[in-house]
Nanobody
Framework: QVQVVESGGGLVQAGGSLRLSCTTS????????MAWFRQAPGKDREGVSCINWKGASTYYADSVKGRFTISRDNAKNTLYLQMNSLKPEDTAMYYC??????????????????WGQGTQVTVSS
């Protein structure tokens, strides 16, 4: 049984930083493409950042480029998202997702089979 668990969310002031973590079990993490998505109330889920299984290819949404950094530690089955210079518009539930068999990165929700329950990030102005 595959489990995906996010942690690290919280309340932070604008301009602050948070680091999200995502651990998996029951999954060949080493070979999985991983991604962070977010969903704000009343909005569609959007791809924030993705990383391929080697960690050599990454994707960032335009809204987070230069502020967020995705990374992975395959030895620990863990994915990270370092979020700096946070803005109120970054407020959302953040989800970790995993996919096997992707040739690279993808920001499409439908490409990911395994999802966590989410961790809330709230940025106050």
């Amino acid at each position: 049984q595959v489990q995906v668990v996010e942690s690290g969310g919280g309340l932070v002031q604008a301009g602050g930083s948070l680091r999200l973590s995502c651990t998996t079990s029951g999954l060949s993490f080493w070979f999985a493409s991983m991604a962070w998505f977010r969903q704000a109330p009343g909005k569609d889920r959007e791809g924030v950042s993705c990383i391929n299984w080697k960690g050599a290819s990454t994707y960032y949404a335009d809204s987070v480029k230069g502020r967020f950094t995705i990374s992975r530690d395959n030895a620990k089955n863990t994915l990270y998202l370092q979020m700096n210079s946070l803005k109120p518009e970054d407020t959302a539930m953040y989800y970790c997702a995993a996919a096997l068999g992707l040739p690279g990165t993808s920001s499409r929700v439908e490409d990911y089979k395994y999802w966590g329950q989410g961790t809330q990030v709230t940025v106050s102005s």
